[in-house]
């Protein structure tokens, strides 16, 4: 038995992040990529482009 360095949760196997080297259980990362879950969000907000945390202004102009 493994624990996850996650979700510190006992699992069968575990796998290390290619990134920061923790140990991660296949339902914490992408077991094909070696890539923890926090590597992966690490990663998405340097492809730039996603900002979730952004909410798009629409200014509305009154031309009547
Ligand atoms: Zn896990
Ligand atoms: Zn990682």
């Given amino acids: 038995m493994s624990k996850c360095e996650i979700c510190n949760q006992k699992v069968k196997t575990t796998y290390v992040c290619d990134g920061c080297g923790a140990r991660f259980c296949e339902k914490c ?36």
Avoid: A, M, R, W
């Fill in 29 to 64: 990362g992408n077991v094909k990529k070696l890539t923890c879950k926090d590597c992966i969000s690490y990663d998405e907000e340097i492809k730039g482009g996603y900002k979730p945390e952004q909410e798009i202004e629409i200014e509305i102009e009154d031309t009547e």
